[in-house]
């Protein structure tokens, strides 16, 4: 057998694209290349690409071109593939593939037809695929967390999303299959599993011919593994079963990530979310009613075409109202293949990037307020990082979900990828900080 190239991975994007990632490197070990982390020691960069949104794509073709300049051999995979296909392939020399979202498991042979000077296209029109437990994985979070995939691709038609153009229609796993993988993970010392989907609350319709998330956690609950979060929980998914599995499974942690966009029935009616209107304040006071230490996290939209003050005004008082612990904003961003994109009434830029300052600067006396009350309590924290100048620890504690939450700042002895008990001695707008009293 000839000498193999060495392959890197450069991942973009979010969690999903991270676990496609994953797959790619298991795959690629097991079939005998070598995968460095360092993309100057590779003979190929597969860039796992993101194009969901404009700024997305921006940072995707920086890569490439970065990657391009120092005459690297570019795969191109994931979702601006499946965006823009031989467009990529024509304009970018460099590039000896393009892998779409739904192919990322044929990687090793994308590998071996490029190394015969073949430029490869490998591009689902439809992506069918979803990895199961069975497909190699090498993780590449921080030792004590993993992203469990539950179903992929999406059904809705949001007017504003390009997603199931890029990842095609909802296919679920089967309960056992993602069981399997959270008792693989879970002995592998995994102590935080976070279960993502598009709108994980549809988990099984496509499968079981209704949603099945309630009896997945109580399925889940029976695994050995201290945290469960849920992340893209929709509100009308959100059923008394759902919320009666999260109260009686004791490893599902009470974090509610429900990706609301807006709260105005006319901008959620030209959203093609109608039914949100009319639910959004019952379902989160039931949720609160139900599960009173509920962490309450959500996504909204400003600027979305034909958003006049008043719908923005409606949106910051219903921020105000709820007080959700975590809220992230993003600018509207017209997407070609959208409905949005040929709505009259487009919202100017600068317009759009003032009322995502003030909702922002809306939330964050609430979040502060949120996390200052947690001031003088002993919260678990799973420890992921240690700062080798200082020996201080950082983790998050249950109401943070990586990347888009706070962390918890700690002193004292501890391991990584473990739970210790911590004492709060202190928190700001984002962050808390601790002192470690033990460990478990």
């Known amino acids: 057998m000839g000498h193999k190239p060495t392959i890197a991975i450069s991942h973009l994007g979010c969690e999903k694209n991270r676990i496609d990632s994953e797959h790619m490197i298991g795959l690629l070990v097991e079939a005998g290349y070598q995968v460095d982390a360092n993309e100057e020691l590779a003979d190929y960069v597969i860039v796992n690409t993101c194009s969901f949104i404009q700024e997305a794509r921006e940072e995707s073709v920086r890569t490439l071109v970065e990657l391009a300049e120092e005459n690297k051999k570019i795969v191109i995979a994931g979702c601006l593939a499946q965006h823009f296909q031989e467009k990529l392939l024509e304009e970018l020399p460099e590039a000896v593939a393009v892998v779409g979202t739904g192919d990322y ?126 992340h893209y929980a929709y509100p009308t998914g959100l059923t008394p079963e759902v919320i009666r599995a999260m109260v009686e499974s004791p490893n599902v942690i009470p974090y509610l990530d429900l990706p609301l966009q807006h709260s105005h029935p006319e901008i959620l009616r030209a959203m093609n979310r109608p039914w949100q209107g009319q639910v959004n304040d019952a379902i989160i006071e039931r949720a609160k009613t139900a599960i009173p230490e509920a962490v309450l996290r959500s996504t909204f939209i400003v600027g979305f075409p034909g958003e006049k003050d008043e719908h923005f005004a409606h949106l910051v008082e219903f921020v105000k109202r709820h007080e959700f612990d975590h809220v992230g904003v993003f600018t509207f961003s017209p997407e070609q293949e959208t409905v949005a994109y040929n709505l009259p009434d487009r919202v100017p830029q600068p317009v759009m990037d003032e009322r995502r300052r003030v909702l922002m600067q809306t939330q964050q006396p609430i979040a502060a307020r949120k996390n200052l009350a947690c001031v003088g309590k002993k919260v678990d924290v799973l420890i992921e990082q240690e700062n080798p100048q200082t020996g201080q620890y950082i983790g998050r504690s249950a109401r943070f979900s990586p990347e888009i939450d706070g962390l918890v700042y700690v002193e004292g002895e501890a391991a990584l990828g473990e739970i210790a008990s911590v004492k709060i001695t202190g928190a700001d707008s984002y962050d808390l900080y601790g002192q470690i009293v033990s460990t478990k």
């Open 105 to 230: 498991h044929q990687i090793v042979k994308v590998i071996e037809q490029a190394e015969t000077g073949k430029k490869v296209k490998q591009i689902s029109d439809r992506p069918t695929y979803i990895a199961d437990e069975n497909t190699p994985r090498y993780r590449t979070t921080t030792e004590g967390v993993a992203y469990l995939r539950i179903a992929e691709g999406c059904d809705y038609a949001c007017a504003f999303c390009i997603i199931p153009y890029l990842r095609g229609a909802q296919r679920s796993r089967p309960i056992e299959s993602i069981v399997a993988e959270a008792e693989q993970l879970a002995a592998q010392g995994v102590k935080e599993l976070i279960l993502i989907s598009q709108i994980t609350t549809n988990y099984g319709l496509d499968l079981y011919g209704r949603p099945k998330l309630a009896e997945l956690l109580q399925e889940l609950g029976k695994v050995d593994v201290p945290w469960i979060r849920i």
